[in-house]
């Protein structure tokens, strides 16, 4: 251990022999310090919150573990979106928005591309979630697992279209 310099502690010469305190009581001695209760939304949580993240922070923390383990199709879709590939548009992936994690997100032309499995189709989910999301002023294009994976020049196609503002 590094000995420290003796100007370099804690101001006890401001103490009487013996007593420790704070610099605080040593210059307002006889006073005592007042803590005001905290704002509404600061201080401690509850007891009855445990260890729960709030929303945003549960959502932010779960959009970084799926980022981290894509599906195949999703590596495949990432592949053809990343390093604005396409003339200079760039693509973000899982990231939040609202309540929900879109998959692949171009900010510029507020398009959402979102890479489907079999899990999706005729889910009612799924179309409450469209309806935020477009209510948010996205444009969503949902893909097939198996189209990105089968038909990468066809998926390239449509994405290129869609960010054209042409729908096929």
């Known amino acids: 251990m590094i000995p420290q310099h003796p100007s370099s502690g804690a101001p006890r010469h401001l103490l009487p022999k013996g007593e420790k305190g704070s610099r605080w009581s040593a ?22 919150e445990g260890d729960r993240m709030p929303n945003g922070d549960r959502l932010l923390g779960h959009a970084r573990s799926i980022r981290r383990e894509p599906t195949l199709a999703e590596r495949k879709l990432w592949a053809l979106l990343r390093d604005r590939r396409f003339v200079g548009f760039k693509f973000r992936r899982q990231v939040p928005i609202g309540p929900y994690i879109a998959d692949f997100v171009c900010y510029e ?23 935020e999301l477009t209510r948010r002023g996205f444009r ?25 503002g042409v729908s096929p």
């Not at 210059?27 to 009855?48: K, Y």
């Not at 032309?109 to 309806?131: F, P, W």
């Not at 969503?140 to 960010?163: F, G, Y």
């Open 27 to 48: 210059l307002h001695p006889g006073q005592t310090r007042c803590h005001p209760s905290p704002l509404v939304g600061e201080g401690a949580r509850r007891a009855d």
């Open 109 to 131: 032309t507020k398009l959402i591309i979102e890479a489907d499995g079999s899990q999706h189709a005729d889910n009612a989910r799924d179309v409450a979630r469209d309806a």
């Open 140 to 164: 969503l294009l949902r893909l097939w697992n198996a189209d990105i994976l089968l038909r990468p020049t066809q998926v390239a196609d449509l994405v290129w279209a869609h960010l054209h």
